[in-house]
Structure formats: structure tokens, C-alpha cells
């Protein structure tokens, strides 16, 4: 994976999943609904902002509308069927990089047996809880597109506007905030130019772990057999991905 970077990545991830609508619709559709229930309930955007994120990243799969609107029913317990979990799986893959799987599910003995069967057939191990996760912390996630932003004018936006930490790539900015401010940041950086193409909260590793390029292209194997898991939304890694 050598002269891949982040984002890089995270595009050749997304196309992957872009092929299997189905499935990326299933996901999408899990994620909304377990936020309408992580927000006790409300079905209204504009005030769960874990809500809107997740149908703004729906809409950008083009994912039909009247699919959105039935993940929101399901949510509040409209809709009836099988009751919906979030969890949250630690692991090691090659070299010692931590992985965060995150994963909604119903059957939650299923799912972990999925997970720990494609690490381990893969190289990586199940980890017990806390055992990774202290790697990491929850933070707000806002990607920018650069679009002839220069590095300054991004620096000088996100330093008016509570931006804890910037990763530049080539045609992006990822700018971290307070997970409780996502909502409020997203909209200052909106009006203050910049596109989002994407805010979310997510796992940020707090220091990043540097392999070989050998054990680092394994490691991204790895990962994307876990995401083509059909109950996993996002594995999160420590791994400092090659420029």
C-alpha cells in the first residue's frame, strides 16, 4: 500500500462498497436507525445530529428515499421487527496495530463470531475490552474539500472555530473537534466556505503506529475483509497509513 495515503484509502474502501449497494444500503440503513434510537427516539434531524449525519451520508450513496424514511420508522419502534445493537469489537492485526470494530447487529453471537473468524484467519486476534480502546478517543470528524483552499485559509477557519487537530491529504482537510460540538463546528465551517463532504463521529487514535509496508498492506487486507461483514459499519486503526 505504499504511496496510498488516508483518504486514498478510505476512496478505494468506499468504491469497494459502492459495488455492493445492497449491502452499503443495509449499513446505511442500520446506522440510521440506531440513531433515531441513541436519540431516545427523535425522529427529527434538526435536533439528532447523529440522525443527520447518518441520512446526509444515505443521500450521498443515493440511497431512495422512501429506504431512508423506513430506517427512521424502524428506529422509533414503528415499523416492529428485530430489536437493533450497536457494539463495539477490540482486536490486533499484523504487527501489533489496534483495530475498533464497529458493528450494529441482532444477534450479537453472530456477529462477534464473524468478527474473530476474519481476524483470525487473516492475522489479527480478538482483544479483550479496554484492551485497544484506550488507543483511541471519540472525537468529531469533519472532511473538507480543499477546493483551492490554500493549507493557510484552512488553518485560519479551523482556528476560529474549535478545531482540535488537522490532517491534510491531497484533495481534502480532516478537521477533529469536541464530539459534543460536531453539530455547531459543522455549521461554522460550512458558512465559512469550506464544502464538507462528510462529519461524523468517529474513533480517533490518539498516536499512530508505523509498520513496513509488507505488514501494512496485510493490515489493510485485513480491514477490508472485516468491513465486507455485513453487521461491521467501520473499523477504526492506529495505523499510520504510507504517503
Not at 444515505?58 to 429506504?67: F, I, L, R, T
Not at 473538507?144 to 482556528?159: F, Q, T, Y
Not at 509496508?213 to 461491521?232: A, F, G, N, R
Amino acid at each position: 500500500m505504499s504511496g496510498h495515503s488516508k483518504w486514498d484509502t478510505i476512496k478505494r474502501q468506499k468504491g469497494a462498497n459502492d459495488a455492493k449497494r445492497g449491502q452499503l444500503f443495509t449499513k446505511l440503513a442500520n446506522a440510521i436507525t440506531i440513531a433515531v434510537k441513541q436519540g431516545g427516539g427523535n425522529t427529527d434531524p434538526a435536533f439528532n445530529a447523529t440522525l443527520r449525519f447518518a441520512i446526509d451520508k444515505a443521500k450521498g450513496a443515493n440511497m431512495p428515499k422512501d429506504s431512508i424514511e423506513r430506517a427512521v420508522v424502524k428506529g422509533s419502534g414503528g415499523a416492529g421487527g428485530v430489536e437493533l445493537f450497536e457494539v463495539l469489537y477490540e482486536g490486533f492485526a499484523q504487527g501489533g496495530v489496534g483495530l475498533l470494530v464497529e458493528a450494529v447487529t441482532d444477534k450479537k453471537q453472530r456477529t462477534v463470531a464473524e468478527v474473530k473468524n476474519v481476524m483470525e484467519k487473516n492475522g489479527g486476534t480478538m482483544a479483550g475490552q479496554g484492551a485497544v480502546s484506550y488507543l483511541f478517543q471519540k472525537s468529531g470528524e469533519i472532511i473538507v474539500s480543499k477546493s483551492g483552499k490554500s493549507s493557510d485559509d484552512i488553518l485560519s477557519i479551523a482556528l476560529d472555530n474549535n478545531i482540535a487537530d488537522i490532517e491534510e491529504e491531497e484533495e481534502v482537510a480532516i478537521l477533529y473537534c469536541e464530539p459534543q460540538a460536531l453539530s455547531t463546528v459543522r455549521a461554522a465551517i460550512e458558512s465559512s466556505g469550506l464544502s464538507v463532504v462528510e462529519a461524523s463521529l468517529v474513533y480517533k487514535p490518539v498516536s499512530k503506529m508505523k509498520v513496513s509496508s509488507e505488514i501494512e498492506e496485510k493490515v489493510v487486507q485485513l480491514i477490508e475483509k472485516i468491513e465486507e461483514l455485513d453487521d461491521v459499519q467501520k473499523v477504526y486503526t492506529n495505523l499510520e497509513y504510507s504517503m
